[in-house]
């Protein structure tokens, strides 16, 4: 396979000493990254096995379909979704949940670990089952720094190494590895009684900050209230009806749009079918049967519209749509980096992309305007509009 200049690049960082985390935004190909390395130990390392470590079903499935391609199906095995087999191969592809079922049966000082979306496995739990005395590591994530916890520096690179290699979106856009993108930040102010109470909110973080002497995020009272005021703002009235209008303006081939919550995600999908779209859900509220129907009639153009949670934040690739919509403006740089990078992978007939955010509060707009800023500065078209009244 022909790597690109980046993977060429970063190869040589990683085989030095066989371990470190590649960090490389949604849609830059650091699944095809990681098959080169393995292959490349495999090749090396005869006797060696691979474990390869994901966050999701929906991720287990396309792992298995992509080596499946590369390496003979009978040297992988499949742990995870209902499957849980008794001895395992040369290969195994397993869910992050299902590791402690075989963990037992693998030799990790003869294994490489190979972890997708690395960031998932930063929890005393998940970090103690995959701690061992690996042969070599290797961790994939466009975001594998963590928010609100060290666990990055406690958990993720003791077991895996430091990040040896960085590749973003301005670097992807620049070496037309993804496609060209848009952004547009759309504000749906807060009803009147909404926004008294975000002041009330307000004040009592301010309070509970001073008496604390900070903000530390481990204060328990402190951290319920930044929480219940962005509850507050993501589920305002105003944003559903801004969005659908924000969807009608604004003509795609298809979109993703996530919504805060399951009720908001039902009823976001209830008006715009309504309005002349086919739209559907993708949800844990649905059995895989339906879930699987709507991501097939999806990705077939029968549906232009799929409306999530956070379903479809991490590692499933959805390379049909070119419209994104962030109903919930949320505070993790993270999620908004893996919600952004849904929509940017390249397609023969996608000119470009457009992301769409939609904001209610001060609080939002700070961070909001930051990112736009850093974005204006590579070339990247930003627009800023507001519900009209």
């Known amino acids: 396979m022909k790597l690109r200049d980046w993977q060429e690049k970063a190869f040589p960082l990683w085989w030095a000493e066989k371990r470190g985390i590649v960090k490389v935004v949604t849609g830059g190909g650091k699944t095809i990254f990681a098959i080169h390395c393995l292959t490349k130990y495999l090749e090396e390392e005869r006797s060696k096995s691979i474990l390869i470590v994901v966050p999701s079903i929906a991720l287990l499935d396309q792992w298995y379909e992509v080596m499946s391609q590369t390496f003979d199906s009978k040297d992988i095995t499949i742990n995870g979704g209902g499957e849980q087999p008794e001895d395992i191969t040369k290969i195994c592809i397993t869910t992050v949940d299902s590791v402690k079922n075989i963990i037992n049966k693998v030799d990790a000082e003869n294994t490489l670990l190979v972890v997708d979306e690395c960031h998932k496995i930063g929890t005393e739990k998940r970090g103690e089952m995959l701690t061992n005395n690996w042969h070599a590591t290797l961790g994939l994530s466009a975001t594998p720094e963590r928010d609100?916890?060290?666990?990055?520096y406690?958990?993720?690179?003791r077991i895996l190494g430091d990040i040896i290699f960085d590749y973003d979106y301005i670097d992807?856009?620049?070496d037309e590895v993804i496609v060209n993108f848009k952004l547009l930040y759309g504000y749906a102010a807060m009803l009147p009684e909404?926004?008294?109470k975000y002041t009330k909110f307000t004040k009592n973080i301010q309070r509970r900050a001073a008496t604390i002497?900070?903000?530390n995020m481990n204060d328990y009272p402190l951290k319920m209230l930044i929480f219940n005021r962005a509850r507050l703002v993501k589920n305002s009235k105003n944003r559903i009806p801004y969005g659908v209008e924000l969807l009608l303006k604004h003509k795609r081939e298809s979109w993703i749009v996530f919504t805060e919550n399951k009720k908001q995600a039902k009823e976001f999908n209830k008006i715009i079918n309504k309005k002349?779209?086919?739209s559907g859900i993708y949800n844990t509220d649905l059995n895989d049967?339906?879930?699987l129907h709507n991501l097939t009639a999806f990705k077939n153009r029968e549906l232009n519209v799929l409306v999530s949670c956070t379903a479809l934040d991490e590692g499933f690739d959805m390379p049909e749509a070119d419209g994104a919509m962030i109903l919930s403006a949320s505070s993790s740089k993270r999620q908004r980096i893996q919600?952004?990078?849904r929509v940017l992978r390249i397609t023969a007939n996608k000119e470009n992309a457009l992301i769409v955010t939609v904001y209610s509060s001060k609080t939002e707009f700070t961070k909001l305007r930051e990112e736009s800023n850093r974005y204006k500065l590579e070339g990247v078209p930003v627009k800023w509009q507001q519900m009209r009244s």
């Not at 609100?148 to 990055?152: G, H, K, P, R, T």
């Open 289 to 291: 049967e339906e879930r």
């Open 194 to 196: 909404e926004e008294d």
């Open 339 to 341: 919600r952004m990078g």
């Open 213 to 215: 002497g900070g903000s």
């Open 154 to 157: 406690i958990i993720i690179k």
């Open 148 to 152: 609100y916890d060290d666990n990055f």
């Open 172 to 174: 992807a856009r620049e």
């Open 276 to 278: 002349g779209f086919k």
